[in-house]
């Protein structure tokens, strides 16, 4: 059966004018993480926090670090080297070992050498 000549066609409705827009917001997201990477470390860094910088890249190995990725490798690396310097407190070292997590690198990485390098 036909529709009636008087009734409009249906219209897009504003809930998939939102997905569409939320999908085109992830794309480009994605886009953009895609095509930075980490780069060297920030200026503001001390010596000790960029020298741990620079071991949080090598760690990371296989792991692809983006553009997106740049503050939590900031963060990492100042608490590493507050945690390296002795004087840290325990919500700091807690929230290294998340972040690391969440990087998917385990903070026993870091309590045990290396094998050959003891």
Do not use: N
């Not at 503050?71 to 507050?82: G, I, K």
């Amino acid at each position: 059966m036909s529709r009636p000549p008087d009734r409009a066609k249906p219209v897009r409705t504003a809930k998939v004018d939102e997905r569409t827009s939320l999908q085109r917001y992830r794309d480009a997201d994605k886009a953009q993480q895609a095509t930075s990477g980490v780069g060297e470390p920030p200026q503001s860094l001390s010596d000790a926090e960029a020298g741990c910088w620079r071991e949080l890249i090598a760690l990371s190995g296989s792991m692809v670090l983006t553009g997106a990725d740049r503050w939590r490798v900031e963060m990492v690396s100042r608490l590493m080297a507050t945690v390296r310097s002795g004087e840290f407190k325990d919500f700091e070292l807690r929230s290294l070992d998340r972040l690391l997590g969440q990087m998917g690198i385990p903070l026993a990485e870091f309590a045990h050498p290396a094998p050959g390098t003891a």
